[in-house]
């Protein structure tokens, strides 16, 4: 049996769980969690907000662990090997996108809190090609939310080609945000977090912002004017679109990678002037997971992480539902 | 004293008018007008809908003429020479995007119709860079239209390398759509015209679409999957942006030249699946308009117009208030 931590209903508190594992399938490892970050879409699962929640819903899937089983075909990993699992836990393997390595863009992909049970347990299935080999370079203890956070703001750096010489705003600084201003300092980018909350400044220094500046003021951010290469939303709620992409250069772009459930608002004159666009993304392919890794190693890259043992689950919850996290909590057994 | 046609009052009949011309500038170039065509947004300027109109108002900005003034400095034209001239009428030269050859981001553009006694004229004077010569191999007396609607259309095949691989879609099939349709099927792309006119469906196969498909019938639209690289919008109507956004295919992109005042509503989740864009651009740079001139040449493209005496302009803009023109009405003197 798996001891997991499961929501029984909508939004209810989670529960110790037990369930028997499936067999492996051929292409399937197994992974012992040793530990596994809190996103904002596992509560989103645990509420039931996108209508696709079945329970008991064991959640999780910022997942660090090690090999512990192999299925008949599985060749990429071999037992106790350090690996991370992310969002999808598993491809179809027979698409043009699958073929090309953009494996997140299968219509078909399994989700590791959706399809099946996730992370919140002792231990976790998934098709060796979502699962990840950590290297040595990474602060393993800490690197659970690099495998849904970190990899869905690293894409757009790959997608978008951005480098040293780009301006990128990041809105929203929390789990997903304070990563996003690592990797693109990192890389050598000029870095300006949008936020409310003036309790961060100073965090937001430490991380390498180089302006923080209030997400709502309009008074300070339409004098920047058209300077921002790349805005990178990861906020769920509403702002004022067409001010930001007001202070987007030509040919710029306002990325959402938050989850907004209301329409996006924006006029076709703020995209037309200077070939503006807006765009999305989800999570990334495995691919650029190990190019994210890759990254992490050699920048010295690590999520800033509070810690808490999955006996403490429904504490770390609340704390993350009141926005009390810096920034991102992960659960270890 | 130069003779032209304009609104005295906000959407007035246009009525004759002279005007005595000012000096030419250093950089500047006059032209005798041979030719103009008539453009939604010259309906915009002589309506002021758009804010920026002072009266009398001269719009017109598809300009086929003969050189017959050069400024001081003007280097690039001869007298004699046959030139078009489009919605810019002049640049800064002293700005990154003017250096870069983007002039058409510059943020000091001068407009035909805005700036200036606009082309409803029997001259019209420009910056000499705005100026574009007319290859031979281009019917000039149909060409008019591809200063303005032309290059709004050919810019995204620029902008976002499409080639011969790629499946496009064009929204609204009047002066721009119609000139798109031939631009990416000479490009040897698949090209689907989206419209609500029956009416128009002959006309479409003549001009190459590959098929048609209603605009609005979401029983239509929902079962191609997601199949677009790249979708263009030329109306100015609201549609259901998402359900567009649905048959586009991973990386790519629904893009708006038309000039929608209500504001675009999409959701985050319908960008963030295929990492899908939103975009708009305006015009195009001199480089471009060479670009699609020659293509032009190349390929043997004209516009598909309808000719008007310039004193029946009244009756060609009323025809083309009601949707009645195929597909551009062309003034000539």
Known sequence: MVKAYAAMSKGSKLELFEYEPEDLKPNQVSIKVESCGICHSDISAID?????????MVAGHEVIGEII???????????????????????????????AGDHNFCSATQKTVF???????????ADEVSVIPIPNGVNHQDA????????????????????????????????????AIKFYKALGCHVSAFTNSDDKNDLLSKLG???????????????IGA???????????????????SIIRPRGRL????????????????????????SGSPVGSPVNIKKMLDFCSEHKISPMVEHFKFNEINDAISKLRNNKVRFRAVLTW
């Not at 399809?115 to 299935?125: I, L, M, P, R, Y």
């Open 48 to 56: 039931g907000s996108w209508g696709k929640s079945k329970y008991p």
């Open 69 to 99: 089983g192999l299925g008949s075909d599985a060749s990429l990993h071999k037992v106790g090997d350090r690996v991370g699992l992310g969002w999808h836990s598993g491809y179809c393997h027979n698409c043009e996108h699958c073929d």
């Open 115 to 125: 399809s099946q049970h996730g992370g919140f347990a002792e231990q976790v299935t």
């Open 144 to 179: 659970g939310p690099l495998l849904c956070g970190g990899i869905t703001v690293f894409t757009p750096m790959v997608e978008f080609n951005i480098n040293k010489d780009h301006r990128v705003g990041i809105i929203g600084i929390g789990g997903l945000g304070h990563l």
């Open 209 to 223: 912002a180089d302006e923080i500046i209030s997400s709502t003021d309009k008074s300070m951010i339409k004098p």
């Open 227 to 245: 300077k921002f290469d790349l805005i990178i939303s990861t906020v769920n709620v509403e702002l004022d679109w067409n001010l930001f992409l």
């Open 255 to 278: 990325h959402f990678v938050g989850a907004v459930l209301a329409p996006i608002e924006t006029s076709v004159f703020s995209l037309m002037g200077g070939r503006k666009s807006i």
